[in-house]
């Protein structure tokens, strides 16, 4: 039975849904789950990939028609279900992790097109729309150029522009779906500000979010969702991290430093005044076998950039880099794959993964040498190869032959990392790891990390959350304007300390 962590509501809930079950093939996605929000509250929805989150914000918004006796009450009016027009017309607006804006189009054209459309006479008035446009960044406290196309602006603006939208669209109750995944810990404050601003004007805002830290800083109730079944509503206040993670998981974590002695292990790589002018200067550094190197740094340090650069993807203009004992000079990548170089991108949809291909092609994409047989691919290798990695990364999957977006976004990292592994690497470098993946996938990647460190494999981990690379790695760099400025051990120098240094 859920807890019931709320002693009652302040004032009259804006949203209440009761009694609500899906099911899709079989499965229920949803088991009788309630949900509340009041007027003006920042509300957190949590749960691990797969919980329920998506398809109750879909019952909400109309996209999915719940099970008979469901009963869904919203700002004075009941219903048994709505439609997407209802729920649009009512003020419930849906902010998905990809925008759905239009990146050639202006600011303006993405704000207000909504209220064009459908009006006599068909032409559009530019002038109404810059109006309207103006008014609704005005109320979120902002200012920008609406005559400007949207590709000129940064991701965390973006997300202002797609805010406005749903203003214009005469929002009550805004979802925000991973709205921080992509952004860096000053546009993520540039971003919670704004949130501020909107539940100040009486807007509720439904948070979905990984990045714990940010759910108990801007919500004040979190409603945790497990396999479809509510766990509980609770206040945030008194609530952490950790606490939340065990509710989403049912399972506790271990989160203490790395206290590995790796003195007498050799160097995997030791780069010398790597620079390559715009990106980084002057970088040195070293990764010995076994070991877990943490890069962190906010957007712009220039941490990809370098790892682009140690897997043959640029080129650097000075300096030099020995792996495993031997001077490299990498003309592309496919000489840092040879040479034994594993990267896997911190976009997994567009450079890690090739989306509509079977889950078997992607993990063997990269390894294709091995499943050769008279220059053919062998089906028989193909298999055993897939199988191998499925079983030792403990993939979950239907067939090989699904195709990669049936997978959940962990379970997607997890063959892509197999894809790099099949190649046996000598040094993986990965490059935020975790983005767009859940709290308790997380957990798994990181285990799989580290006994991938522990089998003698030199780890690259690159993130811009500082308490990943703390508790994951044996050494912290910090990266600033292409440099490095501080190197950390955890344990011996506190998490808030690198914090500091970073974010300061």
Known sequence: MADQALDGAASRPLLSLRNVNMTFGGVKALKNVSFEVLPGEVHCLAGENGSGKSTLIKVITGVYRPEAGAVIDYDGQ????????????????????DLALFPEMTVAENIAFQTVIGRWPRLVNYAEMRRVAINALQRLGVTFDVDLALHHFPIAQRQIVAIARALVGEAKLVFMD??????????????????????????????????????????????????????????????????????????????SVLHRDLNRSPVMLEVKGLSRPGEFDDVSLTVRRGETLGITGLLGAGRTEL????????????????????????????????????????DRLSLGLIQPQAIADNMVIASLDKILSGGFISSDRKRSLVNRWIRDLGVRIGKQDDAISTLSGGNQQRVAIAKWLATDPKLLILDAPTVGVDVGARAGIFDIVS??????????????????????????????????????????????AIEEAVYA
Do not use: C
């Open 178 to 255: 991973e709205p921080t995944a992509s952004l860096t810990q000053s546009e993520t404050d540039y971003l919670l500000d704004i949130v501020r601003n909107l539940s100040a004007s009486g807007v509720a805002v439904v948070f979905v979010s990984h990045r714990l830290a940010e759910v108990l800083e801007i919500s004040s109730r979190v409603t945790v969702l497990r396999d479809g079944a509510l766990v509980g509503v609770y206040p945030t206040q008194g609530l952490t991290q950790s606490r939340i993670t065990e509710l989403m998981t049912g399972k506790t974590f271990d989160y």
């Open 451 to 496: 006994k991938l460190a522990d089998s003698g494999l030199a780890i690259i981990l690159i993130s811009d959350e500082v308490p990943e690379v703390y508790f994951n790695a044996d050494r912290v760099l910090h990266m600033a304007q292409g440099r490095i400025v501080g190197e950390f051990t955890p344990g011996a120098t506190t998490l808030q």
């Open 78 to 97: 009941s219903y048994s279900h709505m439609s997407p027009v209802t729920a649009q017309a009512s003020g419930i607006q849906v902010i998905w992790q």
């Open 307 to 346: 790892a682009l650069t140690l897997f043959g993807m640029r080129k650097p203009k000075s300096g030099s880099v020995v792996l495993d004992g031997k001077p490299v000079r990498f003309g592309s990548n496919r000489d840092a794959i040879a040479a034994g170089v594993a990267y896997l991108s911190e």
